[in-house]
């Protein structure tokens, strides 16, 4: 899918050889301190240490993507390779660029702020850093080639871990050429180590370089298996089974249908974030939710890419996935349900229209059916059920159960309900309010799951000091001495 | 080892029935959330949330151990079972009482504390927490029976876990009488689980209740079995081979020399902080050291317990370790390395005399030697060895590549030797100055590993919040929405 | 109004002479340092530095206010002179005593915490401090005789300071007496000075002694001449006109009724926190609110302090301010507006029935009406006024051009509404919800004025830190030099 | 001395007309509270709130300043109005790049960050916001003629305030310039008022206006009026007699020597941070440090600014203050003390080649030589003295008694000595270790005094946040009621 023949104006001026070199030996690997890494570049005749150099460089970077011919040629780039409409790509676009900015100047040293605490005596203090782990790996899947290896490369490179990256090689291009950008505003060519190749040779590279730390972000079953590989050294963005669950107080429907279809369906329901299952209150069964989200998914169409081919789920396989879910008594389509028509998707993807299956909440509960009700689909499906007053806590159960706990969204403005619904769950990213949806995260604030220690954040300052460092505690301690005189009994 | 008819006098009033339990069903480890956290308790009648009953539970702790009467009790409860001199007993005592204090009052729900940014619009606020794991499992090992798991177990408690805990079954009698206490003081019965069982019944155990995060304090071979065993959800501080460099500026020989016999020495080296390798500059190796650090090893004698029998390692194999060290090139014996003499300790737990071999450093560094040299002996033995100025890089090297990173010790006031060591080393709880230590750490700086995403802390508010739970952002978004009138396209 | 044969039982032990020095000379007051502050005082044979010696005295006086005979001794202490319900006493005694749990242990220490971010280079770091003052006063009022001044002082010491405090000599009993407990627990008689004096003699003290900060609760007109005098050198908790407003969401009216009970007539009015004016929406008029806080106003009485003298403002001077208000068109008296019968309060006190008097919205705004209508009277006294849902913003009008800012209450648990009221409004401590109160201010959130750089904080972490030390910011710069060579030209 | 036939390229879009009205009304300063701040804009057909928008125009405008033509045409600007080297000029352009560059993206967002503690029950939390004041004011000197006046302004932007900004009218056009930049960055042109005025008219319209803050930057004199003129509603960076000591370890003779050259001469010694008086330990005083100092003063010259005229001091009054500190017993003239040569300085301003003047350290203390001694002059002279290493305690006690405490230094890489000085001193601004300098402050620390209340900052997230905010707290208390049943009774 990838064409190599296609222009890359602004950045030919470095060699990209030494970047697809197959694996890197371990000895390079070496591991960056704090100290070693405030050594200096001589930049443009001007002397930076570590921090300052990095935070040039994100403010050049994000100077350039904010540049019209420079989005615009890295939105195409993804959409050559990842299905998603080019709105949805110039998004991923924009994170980033926002993300670079805000790690301009000096920020990037501020990142690195440490505490002291006094000691027991004069002389005495404890320091607290976040300290780097040294050689590090990022692995990154195909749903955006741009913004998750980037932040995460960034991260990584700002609390002084040295870096190797694998990015799906769908869709490595993008970062390819994102890597000669940074190149050309001023990164190291040796701070980054670039691999291309595929998942078992990756795993194989992992098992011999033994990074200090890995993060994932790809399907829960490479992470178990990597988790086990490597005894837990990683951070783990997986999949995520995302809920909705819309409260008491109907209102905005219109509003509410159109965030509903767009969290469903965005990038044809590619995105870890993507809304899974949707919990509506009575209140909103009579209300015209589900004809308007009907409606709203009836506008999609491949021709601008708003639905497309589904990468890692075949056409087949979701359909027996539905067809196994209209076994469950009491299920019922609502829309959907069938191939796309008049396309040339390869049949090694999947090609299926919006998609939405009621399954009624006493079925979802019960231990036969969950499994089935709560599986992911990385495809443009969900499930949509309802739930009476009282039935809440049932709801909640549904919630508590799920495997993983990333994004979710309660649809109320009711506080009370809120405090309920908010207290009793856990996922990571949770949007709340009316205006609440599961998809869209943008650069400034948190996103990732909660309830493992082995999830991964991307994105703002909390999430890199938490993925990329360490807590580590010098104490200084250098007198004077008390003036005992004489050597204290041994204990 | 344990006498169970020991005298209890403060602490009659509750049964202790439930807590012996030999399996907690795994149905009764149910989520605690934030705010079901919150459902009060009626104790004295007053009406109490749970961050404040925890406050009151920790205040009324700590002054009863601050009780000479009730931290004596301790004191030889835990020299009954692990040996020490009764001042490092005390000592352990005294720790837990200032933790508790310091989480006194309104601090625990200081901890809670979160954090929240302004939106993109009207309306959209994020909110980041630290959010409890819910079902958490402790297992902590017999060198130091209540700091370690009241420390960990108060932790996961304030951050709004429910913890099922196992101490080291040698030891647990400590804990169990803690947890009485912490009853008396107000802790509700159903807060905590106890477990009292050997190792494998544990795993099975763990594996069976899949708690969200387990915490492990112990050896590294169990570690690493158990980060397999549950995918990574965990947090470990095992053992270390940790080190300490003496710098150039000579000085303070004396106290020098008696903070390396604590060091190596005390509780008979079984502290996971023990010193396990000391590097001199060669400036001190004309000064008075280890002759003056052989006298104090004299010192110590068994009726005292500042020299006491090695609970996991055989003399017998203490014995055949020193062998080996001694077949290697310029290697010699500096003091001990005999078997204790005059006692009745059972012979499947170790006695030998305070013991250091040198082994100069070229030799340490070779390949065949290195894993030998750097073996942790869990007992009171110690290597030595010295470099020359120019050798330092080579000492930083040795220790890069030592497995664990716990605790370290940079002896010397030199500004510009203390800023190139501590650049280029990771050591989680890192001394430095002229009094600097590697042993002793008390609750008011963070104690753990560094480099490892699975380090576990203890102590701080800094370590309670990361170990004991994840972060977690709420985004609020409640409008007014946008008066644009029409719906937005698809994307 | 003191009884100096009042028994002491707790407190024999430390003479107080040296307290009622009339003058404390100016050499006295010292600047104490950071690292001066940490100089060791042998207290029971253990060696403390002084952050930890702080938060042992604050460990050992919390316990002693934790026995009811000590917190009945100082709650009747404080209604000897301070006319209040033995329930209010005792609420001031046990925020004191959980303000003193929260500094326990190492808590004085962790305020003290600083930050550290990387230099320019190799060897420069800035490390930023909360700085003590050095000599400092401070000045509080008889309404809070024990809570203001304890809590003003523990904070001043905990951040390094040397104090001098006055409080209102008519209540100074009070506080003479926790001293002397402080003594007992351990605070070195020389920490504070505490003088007894009249106004006029402090204001020269203070112009003499040129204490480097003075704080200040009191009244406005003091208030300001301290704060032209010390020219700004100064931290003012001065009167309050507190507003609540009730949202458009009616319910729980008689908790609502029983809080404006409270937060109105409690301690007679006495508090800077009590509520002065209470705007209804138009929603609550119907409602049986004002009849309710009728009877609610009916049921105190003299006996148990429920209602009682009024320290600083005449019965006469009240009635006066009364009879001004109905004169103005629209308002009406609702209840009370009778001075109390039966008692033998002197003269030179105030003795008022509570009391609510009603007057338009819009007379209140009006420029010739606006200052009378907001004059604080610090007795049981309030207007009650309503509004139609359309002048909100006249409501906010009024509330922003109110000359003090300190506490308020907006009862509503619409989000929007609050998100509106809460954006507009700048007081300092702002209760939201329809459990919102205005006074009742514990130790665990910030209480003070906004919106006036002068303005101080008392009992949270933040409080402490931002009046009693300033920022300081040290850079170490300690090398390597650049390897130039040679040396820059001038610039 | 400004041309106002100056070209200005590249902002010539917009008219100034409305900034140069000489008085606005004090009802144009509406106050901005957080949420009207969100308020949206339609700039380039993009929406923004309100903390959006400033992060764009920062993130635009440094890109601006980053360009060569525009930092030259600024830097050639300040050197019209302002005496100083063109290094010294760009200087002051690259921090203000750098700042604007810090507060990128979503920085200025981040810079609101709030916090929440849980309260007493179900429903309650307390949430400490820094809010803004609302209409503020800003004054600024005519020695960092874009510096000061550009981050203060922005900083005030940041947190919510609606500044009017008062520049010394020598210099202002640079400020005037640096407006039309930001409104073609997309300031929306109503967010600043800009007003050219002299002094007295500037004082009255403050007490006309009465602004809620106002930032004073300037000399003493004018600093204590106004703080007494504005009851202490202010925050000052007045002048400083800033000190540096030479601590015992002599080393880099060299680097020393240049590093107090430019702290005294450079910019003329018009900066509030120039070296005022020096002690050096008496170990310098047989080193080369004089001798090499006096060569460095004699490099500068006239044509290049690195000496030049004084702006606020005139020769006469500067010869005469020497001559009465040479009345002094054991002082002497080390270099300087005469007049420049060959100049068209107006006689209004001072024109004196760089100068030193030894005082021995006793008669320094003696109370009537103390005020003249510390007397600050604004021009390129230093006291230097020295002292014996039993004589410490007398130079901390001379530091300790001047009257400002803004920069100072501590030359010593001598642990014990920098804990010694730096804990018994109080500078807001200490520069310490063997690089220490006291001018050159950039934009990633904190610059401004300490030990007074009104001391005010700058540069830093601290910085702006300190003096551009202050503490709320807004307890949210939403329910539900506690299940009772009755109302409790009065208290």
């Given at each position: 899918?990838?064409?190599?023949?296609?222009?890359?104006?602004?950045?030919?001026?470095?060699?990209?050889?030494?970047?697809?070199?197959?694996?890197?030996?371990?000895?390079?690997?070496?591991?960056?301190?704090?100290?070693?890494?405030?050594?200096?570049?001589?930049?443009?005749?001007?002397?930076?240490?570590?921090?300052?150099?990095?935070?040039?460089?994100?403010?050049?970077?994000?100077?350039?993507?904010?540049?019209?011919?420079?989005?615009?040629?890295?939105?195409?780039?993804?959409?050559?390779?990842?299905?998603?409409?080019?709105?949805?790509?110039?998004?991923?676009?924009?994170?980033?660029?926002?993300?670079?900015?805000?790690?301009?100047?000096?920020?990037?040293?501020?990142?690195?702020?440490?505490?002291?605490?006094?000691?027991?005596?004069?002389?005495?203090?404890?320091?607290?850093?976040?300290?780097?782990?040294?050689?590090?790996?990022?692995?990154?899947?195909?749903?955006?080639?741009?913004?998750?290896?980037?932040?995460?490369?960034?991260?990584?490179?700002?609390?002084?871990?040295?870096?190797?990256?694998?990015?799906?090689?769908?869709?490595?291009?993008?970062?390819?050429?994102?890597?000669?950008?940074?190149?050309?505003?001023?990164?190291?060519?040796?701070?980054?180590?670039?691999?291309?190749?595929?998942?078992?040779?990756?795993?194989?590279?992992?098992?011999?370089?033994?990074?200090?730390?890995?993060?994932?972000?790809?399907?829960?079953?490479?992470?178990?298996?990597?988790?086990?590989?490597?005894?837990?050294?990683?951070?783990?963005?997986?999949?995520?089974?995302?809920?909705?669950?819309?409260?008491?107080?109907?209102?905005?429907?219109?509003?509410?249908?159109?965030?509903?279809?767009?969290?469903?369906?965005?990038?044809?329901?590619?995105?870890?974030?993507?809304?899974?299952?949707?919990?509506?209150?009575?209140?909103?069964?009579?209300?015209?939710?589900?004809?308007?989200?009907?409606?709203?998914?009836?506008?999609?169409?491949?021709?601008?890419?708003?639905?497309?081919?589904?990468?890692?789920?075949?056409?087949?396989?979701?359909?027996?996935?539905?067809?196994?879910?209209?076994?469950?008594?009491?299920?019922?389509?609502?829309?959907?349900?069938?191939?796309?028509?008049?396309?040339?998707?390869?049949?090694?993807?999947?090609?299926?229209?919006?998609?939405?299956?009621?399954?009624?909440?006493?079925?979802?509960?019960?231990?036969?059916?969950?499994?089935?009700?709560?599986?992911?689909?990385?495809?443009?499906?969900?499930?949509?059920?309802?739930?009476?007053?009282?039935?809440?806590?049932?709801?909640?159960?549904?919630?508590?159960?799920?495997?993983?706990?990333?994004?979710?969204?309660?649809?109320?403005?009711?506080?009370?309900?809120?405090?309920?619904?908010?207290?009793?769950?856990?996922?990571?990213?949770?949007?709340?309010?009316?205006?609440?949806?599961?998809?869209?995260?943008?650069?400034?604030?948190?996103?990732?799951?909660?309830?493992?220690?082995?999830?991964?954040?991307?994105?703002?300052?909390?999430?890199?000091?938490?993925?990329?460092?360490?807590?580590?505690?010098?104490?200084?301690?250098?007198?004077?001495?008390p003036q005992h005189g004489e050597i204290p009994s041994a204990t």
């Amino acid at each position: 899918m990838v064409n190599h023949s296609l222009k890359l104006p602004m950045c030919r001026k470095r060699k990209l050889s030494h970047l697809w070199r197959a694996y890197p030996s371990v000895q390079n690997m070496g591991f960056i301190t704090h100290l070693e890494a405030k050594k200096v570049f001589n930049l443009n005749g001007t002397i930076f240490c570590r921090y300052l150099l990095l935070g040039d460089v994100s403010a050049k970077a994000a100077h350039m993507l904010a540049q019209p011919e420079v989005s615009d040629f890295f939105s195409r780039l993804i959409q050559r390779v990842s299905p998603k409409s080019y709105k949805q790509a110039l998004g991923e676009v924009h994170v980033t660029q926002k993300f670079l900015e805000n790690f301009s100047g000096d920020q990037v040293r501020f990142l690195a702020r440490s505490f002291a605490v006094p000691g027991n005596h004069l002389g005495q203090q404890s320091h607290g850093y976040r300290w780097p782990y040294g050689p590090v790996a990022i692995i990154t899947p195909f749903n955006f080639p741009l913004e998750i290896p980037l932040l995460q490369l960034m991260g990584a490179l700002y609390m002084g871990n040295k870096p190797t990256l694998k990015v799906d090689s769908k869709v490595s291009i993008v970062m390819e050429q994102m890597l000669r950008l940074l190149h050309y505003c001023g990164l190291p060519e040796e701070d980054v180590d670039f691999i291309n190749s595929d998942g078992v040779t990756m795993n194989k590279f992992l098992l011999e370089a033994k990074p200090r730390m890995t993060l994932f972000t790809g399907s829960s079953r490479v992470a178990e298996k990597l988790a086990a590989d490597l005894k837990g050294r990683i951070r783990l963005e997986d999949a995520g089974f995302d809920w909705k669950i819309l409260g008491p107080d109907v209102q905005e429907v219109d509003y509410v249908a159109w965030v509903c279809d767009q969290d469903a369906h965005a990038c044809s329901g590619q995105k870890c974030s993507a809304q899974s299952i949707l919990f509506m209150h009575e209140n909103w069964v009579s209300s015209e939710l589900i004809p308007k989200m009907l409606c709203l998914a009836k506008r999609r169409k491949l021709e601008d890419l708003t639905i497309g081919p589904v990468l890692t789920v075949t056409t087949e396989s979701m359909l027996e996935h539905i067809d196994k879910l209209l076994n469950i008594p009491g299920s019922k389509l609502l829309f959907g349900g069938e191939p796309l028509e008049n396309h040339s998707i390869p049949k090694i993807y999947g090609a299926l229209k919006p998609t939405a299956v009621f399954i009624p909440l006493t079925e979802i509960l019960k231990s036969n059916n969950f499994d089935l009700v709560t599986k992911e689909i990385f495809g443009p499906f969900q499930i949509i059920t309802d739930y009476k007053h009282d039935q809440l806590s049932m709801v909640l159960e549904a919630c508590e159960r799920m495997h993983a706990h990333l994004t979710a969204a309660v649809v109320s403005n009711d506080p009370l309900f809120l405090q309920e619904v908010l207290g009793k769950s856990v996922n990571g990213t949770t949007y709340a309010g009316i205006r609440a949806r599961t998809t869209g995260a943008p650069q400034n604030h948190w996103f990732g799951p909660a309830g493992d220690p082995r999830g991964a954040g991307i994105g703002t300052p909390e999430a890199i000091k938490l993925v990329w460092s360490c807590h580590r505690e010098i104490i200084y301690d250098i007198g004077p001495l008390p003036q005992h005189g004489e050597i204290p009994s041994a204990t």
